[in-house]
């Protein structure tokens, strides 16, 4: 076989003072990975990490105006640290993860919370609650080999800060992520991870401005349309 019968972008993500981009594989995220986060919605606090996926292009690079979806009326953000992979493998040991790291940006999962909730209720996969379009506004890599030192984690909307917290309160670490995740799945190049929130998720409305802000990486601005 030659070629392909039509043509598809390639998913990706900018990189900080850097003309080149960041193409992505797959997209991970980490459900449930800051204690207070595990209280605020009633969880087990101890589970193992819970990873659920969302579709590469449903990323969107540098943020900007994203639209309220559809099949829901409690529409939440819910700010995170994404660590980008430059390699992978399977079972990977924690002391070894922090290696594969590419880079580090700020990144927003956004959640039809209401959905989830339905499906939680009823014992079902929660995935149209989180993997679903413009659902993973993504900030541009900050280059970091290895481990980012604990940072502040916080998200405004409309200037007022809603979630306050630092890295340092994760459950399971990025080493650990890292590692955890090799396990269920091989891990390669142009993966991306994120790594849960910090407890004050919350709903946005229509016009709503949400500022996402990680020390050390660029700041992720979103406004929802």
């Known amino acids: 076989m030659s070629g392909f019968i039509f043509p598809l972008s390639q998913p990706w993500i900018g990189i900080v003072a850097n003309p080149a981009r960041f193409p992505v594989r797959r997209v ?33 690079p540098g943020g900007g105006t994203i639209r309220y979806p559809g099949m829901t009326k409690n529409y939440h953000y819910e700010v ?33 919370r209401d959905i989830q909730k339905q499906m939680q209720e009823k014992g079902r996969p929660w995935e149209a609650a989180k993997s679903f ?13 290895g481990l980012l030192p604990p940072v502040r984690i916080r998200l405004s909307v409309n200037g007022a800060v809603k979630q306050d917290g630092d890295t340092a309160q994760m459950i399971w670490s990025v080493p650990e992520i890292i590692s955890q995740l090799s396990r269920q799945v091989s891990l390669a190049a142009g993966d991306v991870i994120f790594t849960g929130t910090p ?11 949400l500022l996402a802000e990680i020390d050390g990486l660029e700041p992720l601005a979103v406004t929802i349309a």
Not at 31 to 36: K, V
Not at 133 to 145: A, K, R, V, W
């Open 28 to 60: 991970w995220c980490v459900g449930r990975n800051y204690l207070s986060h595990v209280r605020e919605l009633g969880n087990d606090e101890r589970e193992s990490p819970l990873f659920f996926s969302k579709q590469p292009d449903m990323l969107v």
């Open 80 to 112: 995170e640290l994404v660590v980008a992979l430059k390699s992978g493998g399977e079972n990977v040991s924690v002391a070894d993860a922090d290696a594969l790291i590419f880079g580090h940006a700020a990144g927003l999962d956004m959640t039809r």
């Open 133 to 145: 379009e413009q659902s993973g506004p993504i900030g541009p890599l900050t280059p970091f080999p």
């Open 199 to 209: 407890e004050g998720v919350g709903p946005v409305v229509r016009g709503d401005r």
